[in-house]
């Protein structure tokens, strides 16, 4: 596992714990991980932002700090959008899964509603996929 791996999985873990957030020093992490703090930047940016569910917040300075947000169920209509494809709405109701908002059942239900075999041959898929997980997710 790489050390941008290890990092992602570490602050996963921080948010696992039915946090509504992570916060820690960049600095410390980066110390943790024997690396420099723009390894942490980079791991941020790239992997929990918000396109992936999440809100960062940052304060520069000695007492400086980083805090992960998960941005739960607001937000998700937008980032869900007009089209979604599989890959897309599974990544979404994985983090739904992680941040115990959904069953593991009704997860593999949606999957299975959403999946590429299940709209096969559908005109416009990706535009339905998005429309059944905004539907599903607003009765959630």
């Known amino acids: 596992m790489g050390l941008s791996d290890r990092i992602e999985a570490f602050i996963s873990e921080l948010l696992r714990d039915d946090n509504d957030f992570a916060e820690f020093g960049r600095n410390e992490l980066a110390n943790i991980f024997g690396c420099?703090?723009?390894?942490?930047?980079?791991?941020?940016?790239?992997?929990?932002?918000?396109?992936?569910?999440?809100?960062?917040?940052?304060?520069?300075g000695g007492g400086g700090y980083i805090r992960i947000t998960r941005a739960g169920f607001s937000g998700l209509d937008e980032e869900i959008g007009k089209e979604c494809d599989f890959k897309r709405a599974e990544k979404l109701i994985n983090q739904l899964l992680d941040?115990?908002?959904?069953?593991?059942?009704?997860?593999?239900?949606?999957?299975?509603?959403?999946?590429?075999?299940?709209?096969?041959?559908?005109?416009?898929?990706?535009?339905?996929?998005?429309?059944?997980?905004?539907?599903?997710?607003?009765?959630?």
């Open 36 to 60: 420099v703090p723009s390894q942490i930047n980079y791991v941020i940016s790239t992997r929990f932002n918000e396109k992936n569910g999440y809100l960062v917040e940052s304060r520069r």
């Open 99 to 140: 941040i115990h908002k959904i069953s593991p059942h009704l997860a593999r239900v949606i999957l299975a509603a959403v999946n590429e075999e299940s709209l096969e041959n559908v005109p416009k898929a990706d535009e339905l996929r998005a429309r059944i997980l905004k539907n599903t997710i607003s009765v959630l």
